[in-house]
């Protein structure tokens, strides 16, 4: 049985087990009538009994599908040939590659040698003698832990404290994982990134200005050892970040105000969603109307203006994406608009302030925290933005501050140093975690001070 269909049937186990013990439950006390005798509800005698029928099971289908792969593959190796058992450990790991691979049916079977494929025949064995002992420990092991938990089932047991207990303790366990993620996540780029550094001067990196992390061949060609100044970077992220907020926040803020205070509630109904719909437009779309749409036109407008337009710019890239990011402004400022309460408002009319007096002076006001912390997390939207610039703004390496010229930002630059098979013992592949990481802290501070903007400033109100 394969493990998504061993889930699926532990699933329908945990179902019956909650009849079991819901059942077992009442028929201990009489039956509906005799609720009141049991220390619990019924329900949470059947939740207890689905959950130590599923939890224990789950723990060994995840400790087993751990350690399944390690285990088959050691097995395999020793039923190789000698002389691939004796290769180097790089060149034995090529061999279990190309066995996974055929196994899997991402190479045909004529391609591979003969060892290969009856290697691949003993790992398909035994993966299917551990699916088949798997299957029957879960299966078995769900059984007996219904059959002993129904045996333990009285009126008396509190039923709802371990339900509760448990699901507690599940809490914790997702909540260390979140943050045991983040913090590998982080120690990955920063282990990296220190690996850059150490070849790389960081003064430079944070304050050279010529940005070429292309490593030439000989050592007589332009920037044989690579040029790893990121303000160009730097500076077209900003460019292109401050361009999109242009377009984004004075749009959205004032499509928030007016859907939240002047519009019909039957206008707002569709209005709202239909705004929001930009939202959930993948942002390849918004990359192909910049670069097929908005920055011809913006060609064709400064021609004829007499201005020198790229045809890939910051001015492109940056109009696209505060189209795209106008949904996040404007849906953070509307719920901040419509959570200023009511009084307000009705005691500014009663002082004879008009609707737009009352808006200005008391409700943007108050709602002005929120609204802040939702431009920084806006800009942080747009910092980490990549398709759109890579499509409408290019990947020049450009240190200039004209909105009509093709720039890059960090995000384009880490997706071209990663791209293909690459060295990580090059300062040209650590660069991108370098990158990742000055974006991680970036976008990091700006969270905290839109956390601490509204923390700060908040008013609460009764």
Known sequence: MTPAALLIALALLSAGAFWIGKSRSLALVGGTRGVRHLHSLPGHYGLMTALWCALPALAVIGIWLVFQDGIILQLVTRHLPADLRGLPANELALVMNDVRNLVAGNVPADSVTEAVRGAAAEY?????????????????????????????????????????????????????????????????????????????????????????????????????????????LFAGTALISFIAMLIAVPIGLFSAIYLAEYAHPKFRTWAKPLLEVLAGVPTVVYGFFAALTIGPALRGWGESLGLDVASESALAAGFVMGIMIIPFVSSLADDMISAV??????????????????????????????????????????????????????????????????????TVQIVTLLVGDQEFDSPKTLAAFALGLVLFLVTLALNVLALHIVRKYREQYE
């Open 124 to 232: 398909t064995r035994l993966r299917g003698v551990s699916r088949m002992a798997l299957t029957v420990l879960v299966l078995v092991l769900a059984v007996v832990s219904i059959i002993a938990l129904r045996a333990r089932i009285k009126p008396d047991l509190r039923a709802r404290n371990i339900v509760e207990r448990v699901i507690e303790w599940l809490l914790i366990l997702c909540s260390t994982l979140a943050v045991f993620t983040t913090v590998g996540i982080v120690a990955s780029v920063a282990f990296e990134a220190f690996r850059f550094f150490q070849m790389v001067n960081p003064l430079e990196f944070l304050f050279g200005t010529q940005w070429s992390p292309q490593m030439a061949i000989h050592a007589d060609q332009v920037g044989s050892s690579g040029s790893f100044g990121a303000v160009p």
């Open 341 to 410: 309460p009511q009084s307000l408002r009705d005691g500014a009319y009663a002082l004879g302030a008009t609707r737009s007096e009352t808006i200005k002076q008391v409700v943007m006001r108050a709602a002005l925290p929120g609204i802040v912390g939702g431009v920084l997390l806006a800009v942080s939207r747009a910092i980490g933005e990549t398709m759109i610039v890579v499509m409408a703004a290019g990947l020049a390496a450009n240190l200039t501050a004209n909105p009509l010229e093709a720039v890059t930002t960090v």
